[in-house]
Nanobody
Framework: QVRLVESGGGLVEAGGSLRLSCAALGTAGIVNMQMYTMSWFRQAPGKEREFVAAISWDSSVIKYADSVKGRFAISRDNTWNKVYLQMNDLKLEDAAVYYC????????????????WGRGTSVTVSA
């Protein structure tokens, strides 16, 4: 079982940048992060949770939502069991709670909701 802990959220002005981190921890010992496709989803108030980005276990396959292409970059470090989301040129509509997800299934199209979630980190974008 894997436990995910997000960090890095905060308040940023429109046009600014933030880097989110997600640490993967084992609930009973060390977790092998290479077993998992990692992803980021987000949920704005009053809206459904939506896909943002996903990365395969070896970083060979990366997928983005159209709304963040060219602005966001997902990456991972399996040595340290971490996945990152670099967010640049943030827009008001990017404000949401961002969730890290882990899934043993490969990246799919359309993306599937992963079975393992963190508790989220909040991103607020001001005008």
């Amino acid at each position: 079982q894997v436990r995910l802990v997000e960090s890095g959220g905060g308040l940023v002005e429109a046009g600014g940048s933030l880097r989110l981190s997600c640490a993967a921890l084992g609930t009973a010992g060390i977790v092998n992060m290479q077993m998992y496709t990692m992803s980021w989803f987000r949920q704005a108030p009053g809206k459904e949770r939506e896909f943002v980005a996903a990365i395969s276990w070896d970083s060979s396959v990366i997928k983005y939502a159209d709304s963040v292409k060219g602005r966001f970059a997902i990456s991972r470090d399996n040595t340290w069991n971490k996945v990152y989301l670099q967010m640049n040129d943030l827009k008001l509509e990017d404000a949401a709670v961002y969730y890290c997800g882990a899934d043993r299934r490969p990246i799919s199209d359309p993306p599937k909701s992963p079975p393992h979630w963190g508790r989220g980190t909040s991103v607020t974008v001001s005008a």
